[in-house]
């Protein structure tokens, strides 16, 4: 068993680092200052042009196959990369990325929509969860019926990330009552000018998502992605693009809150000595450090087995289960070891605390990943013996 990295994954993993840590890190003071007064901390311009300087040295659409332009880079690097791009919150994603099922659109849209999307000229959202209709994904009720050679869109979505930014939406919507999920859910491509509109979600993180309405939007027979009917296959597809992506982000979060936790510990006295002598606060150091390794195991693990073909549903499960919990722990102890500063707007943990919290609903709440993970031992799909047997 060879747990290092190649020269190529090292060489790769170090530029991204130094990417970090010389132009995403010095921006953190001013993201902090603007989301204060309620901007954004990073404006379309900048990132542009941070995109543009990654994309000089040749990092561009990491996941996006070489033939489509992209760096065609695997899950275990993509999982190196996340990890680094999470040790800051200042907002960021390399350009030249699609959303993966709209690399399996036809000739037509995929120049109308996939090409446009890695360009950077086009952003779509995903929207399937609705009000009534979240974890239960099955339940959605948003309609298309046909006309002559239309369909007619009606319906509510909501808490679709990017959805007021949106020029076109991947909406999935019941196409045949009886058959429901089953064979009667259909995925469509609508333009925003085809007529639905967005409204903002105001969250607790710092930029929300939105709701979208449908109001007998027409589209034609087209816009279909994939096969009428297959649409919920699509859904699970973009879903399980790759839920060790999350937790690898949040895992580069929780190193870097770890070690600021240990600067602040070092420096910090009570009493007469650095806090960091108190036996208290080295458990939630030694504490915070054993879950982030393991953590990183049940990412690299899960991207691993994507590489290897491996059927990794199961451990991509855990990996968002276990980081989503941890993350949280670790980031509540750190603000802990603060003290009140760690309550207030002048450091970053704060910040981190209201975004890690997210990472226990979306694409699936913890309650979800256990009743799969549990799912698949109890049927006998997996095994508590893991991958190894
Ligand atoms: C910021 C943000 C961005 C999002 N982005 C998108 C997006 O881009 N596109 C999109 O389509 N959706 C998106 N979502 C929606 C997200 O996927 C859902 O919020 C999530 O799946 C949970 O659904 P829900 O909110 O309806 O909660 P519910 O499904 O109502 O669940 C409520 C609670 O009950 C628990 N629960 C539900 N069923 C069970 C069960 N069987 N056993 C045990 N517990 C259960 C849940 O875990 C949760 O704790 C986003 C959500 C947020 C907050």
Redesign the pocket.
């Known amino acids: 068993m060879d747990l290092t990295l190649s020269s190529e994954e090292r060489d790769i993993r170090d530029w991204v680092r130094t990417f970090v840590t010389k132009e995403l890190m010095p921006l953190e003071q001013q993201v902090l200052t603007r989301e204060r007064r309620g901007e954004r901390g990073v404006t379309e311009a900048e990132h542009t042009a941070l995109q543009d300087k990654a994309r000089a040295s040749g990092f561009f659409g990491i996941q996006t196959p070489e033939s489509h332009g992209g760096m065609g880079l695997g899950a275990v690097m993509s999982a190196l990369i996340a990890v680094e791009l999470g040790r800051t919150f200042v907002p960021f994603r390399f350009a030249g990325e699609a959303d993966n099922i709209l690399f399996s659109a036809n000739e037509e849209q995929q120049e109308r929509y996939l090409k446009p999307t890695i360009e950077g000229t086009k952003r779509s959202?995903?929207?399937?969860?609705e009000p009534g209709?979240?974890?239960?994904?099955r339940a959605i009720r948003t309609s298309a019926r046909r006309e002559g050679d239309e369909w007619v869109i009606s319906g509510e979505?909501?808490?679709?990330?990017?959805?007021n930014e949106a020029d076109f939406v991947m909406v999935f919507a019941v196409t045949d009552k009886e058959k429901g999920a089953d064979g009667g859910v259909t995925c469509f491509l609508v333009d925003r000018d085809m007529g639905w509109k967005s409204e903002p979600i105001d969250?607790m993180?710092e930029w929300?998502?939105a709701a979208l309405v449908f109001d007998d939007v027409r589209v034609p027979h087209s816009a279909i992605l994939g096969e009428e009917g297959r649409g919920f296959e699509l859904a699970m597809q973009w879903i399980g693009k790759g839920r060790y992506m999350l937790p690898a982000g949040a895992l580069g979060a929780c190193e870097r809150l770890v070690e600021m936790g240990m600067e602040w510990a070092r420096n910090r006295s009570t009493f007469g000595k650095p806090i960091a002598e108190y036996q208290a606060i080295q458990w939630m150091v030694a504490d915070s450090a054993t879950e982030i390794e393991a953590l990183r195991w049940l990412v690299l693990t899960a991207a691993w087995q994507v590489d290897n073909g491996i059927d990794s549903r199961q451990a991509q499960s855990m990996a968002k289960l276990y980081g989503g919990v941890k993350a949280n722990e670790i980031v509540d102890r750190v603000l802990q070891m603060h003290g009140g500063m760690g309550y207030t707007r002048e450091l970053p943990v704060e910040r981190w605390y209201r975004e890690l919290r997210?990472l226990r609903?979306?694409?699936?709440?913890?309650?979800?990943q256990r009743?799969t993970i549990a799912r698949n031992l109890l049927k006998g799909h997996a095994s508590v013996r893991g991958h190894l047997g």
């Open positions: 959202c995903f929207a399937i969860t209709a979240g974890s239960d994904a979505k909501t808490f679709i990330t990017g959805g969250t993180g929300g998502p997210l609903i979306y694409e699936g709440t913890d309650e979800i009743r």
